[in-house]
Every structure is written in structure tokens, then in C-alpha cells.
């Protein structure tokens, strides 16, 4: 049986090349969401876990680690810490507290690779590293930690792209390319979809007007907002509100 491994992260599209070179070897789930990573274990238990000590949570990478290792059903699978530093050493020492093994950014394909030799049973040995691939894309998750960062801001979708650029210390060339490669879309389809897919939150939560929604996403006009939502979910707003009340 293939072995599973959750990888905890962020960041997780820097794991994405591991993902691809291991695809015949390993079942690779990649979490960025706690909650999300609670709800797959209590679903199905893994061989391996890969976590990132520096989760923006409540719950630090050390607390997940210690609620794991105290409990009964999960204190059996080697987890593996992933580190920007040694800070955490300072009041917890991880391997004190059942972590299998520290490693510290930034991480080599191949060395990724050792690990899932070293904690599960499969020979991975005809595995070809690419050396292209044999580096994890430390730009790209900054990109995407700062990326996120900047979603968050009321005013983000009044913004254009040279704004945004901007606002990343970037040219609009670059974040332009980076949006393209980070998230397999150009950056007007890319930021659309994320703007009707908040209109849609914001529609079944009835705190809004259309009018207000559409100002507040940045669509030139009701009309505009109208469309586009009608466009891409095959209802207008308000026909989608009728159908999807809570």
C-alpha cells in the first residue's frame, strides 16, 4: 500500500515538485488550513506527517506537535519539523517532545526525498531528481505569504495591479508572472474569481446590498457585478441568494 504523508505548511504549493517526483511512491496531501489538517487525521491516520513550526494559527507547529504526541491515537507516527530558526528551541525542545527529526528552511528536493525514505519502508531509490526541480522555490512562498497577506486588506479588491505591485515592492511584470505561476491563472481571471467567490459569502450572509457588495469588490457597477456573478455561477445574485439562504 502506497504510504500516506500530510505535509502542514503555509506555504504548501513549495512541496508541489515532491508531489510530481514521488506521485508513484507516495500519496502526498498537502494542508495549509489546521483545521482542515485535524479533520484529515481523524479521518484516515497517516504514515508520515511533515510540519511547519511557523503556522500563522493560534496553534503553533509545537502545539500540534505536543497534541499529537500526547495522544494515544496519533502518537505512533513520526513527524517531521520543518523551521525557519532556532527559536524554538528556546522553551520547547522538539525532539524532547516526540518529534522524529529537525530540519531548517530553505529544503532541497532531495533531501525531502531521504525523508520519506528514512521514515516509511518504500525503496525510493530509482527516483531521478530533476536538477531543475532539486531546490524548494523560496521566492514563490514569500510571494504567497506576503500575497496573503495583502487579500486581507478591506481595500484590496479597489486596488489595481500596479497598486498591488507596489504595495509588494515588485514591478507589475513580475507579480504578474508570479500570480501566472503560483496560481495557474492570469491575474484579472485570478483576482475575479476570488472577488465573486467572497460576493458569494457576502450574498448568503444578507449584511450587504448588491450595491454595496459591488463597490466593495471593486465592480465598475451593479450591472458589471451582476453579469460577472451570472457568468461564472449561471444565476444572478439574487436568484443565487433565493436558492442559497441560511
Known amino acids: 500500500m502506497i504510504p500516506l504523508v500530510y505535509i502542514l505548511d503555509n506555504n504548501p504549493l513549495i512541496y508541489q515538485k515532491l508531489v510530481q517526483s514521488t506521485s508513484e511512491q507516495f500519496n502526498i496531501v498537502l494542508i495549509s488550513d489546521v483545521f482542515e489538517f485535524y479533520t484529515s487525521i481523524g479521518q484516515k491516520l ?80 530509482s527516483i531521478k531528481v530533476d536538477n531543475h526541480f532539486n531546490s524548494i522555490d523560496i521566492n514563490s512562498a514569500l510571494f504567497i505569504e506576503n500575497f496573503k497577506i495583502l487579500l486581507d486588506r478591506e481595500d484590496i479588491f479597489n486596488l489595481n495591479m500596479q497598486e498591488i505591485a507596489i504595495l509588494m515592492n515588485i514591478s507589475i511584470s513580475t507579480f ?3 500570480i501566472k505561476k503560483n496560481f495557474g491563472k492570469p491575474p484579472l481571471k ?6 465573486l467567490s467572497k460576493s458569494e459569502i457576502l450574498l448568503i450572509n444578507k449584511q450587504y446590498s448588491l450595491t454595496e457588495i459591488a463597490s466593495m469588490l471593486g465592480f465598475s457597477s451593479d450591472s458589471h457585478f451582476i453579469y460577472s456573478f451570472k457568468k461564472k455561477f449561471g444565476k444572478s445574485p439574487r436568484s443565487y441568494y433565493a436558492n442559497n439562504r441560511v
Open 176 to 178: 504578474e508572472r508570479l
Open 190 to 195: 485570478f483576482f475575479n474569481d476570488i472577488k
Open 46 to 125: 497517516p504514515d508520515l506527517i511533515i510540519l511547519d513550526t511557523g503556522l500563522n494559527h493560534l496553534l503553533s507547529g509545537i502545539d500540534i506537535l505536543k497534541h499529537l504526541k500526547d495522544s494515544t491515537k496519533t502518537n505512533h507516527i513520526p513527524i517531521v519539523l520543518i523551521t525557519d530558526d532556532d527559536t524554538d528551541y528556546y522553551e520547547n525542545n522538539p525532539l524532547e517532545l516526540g518529534a522524529n527529526k529537525i530540519i531548517f528552511k530553505s529544503i532541497s528536493l532531495s533531501l525531502l526525498i531521504g525523508i520519506l525514505k528514512e521514515f516509511t519502508e518504500v525503496s525510493i531509490n
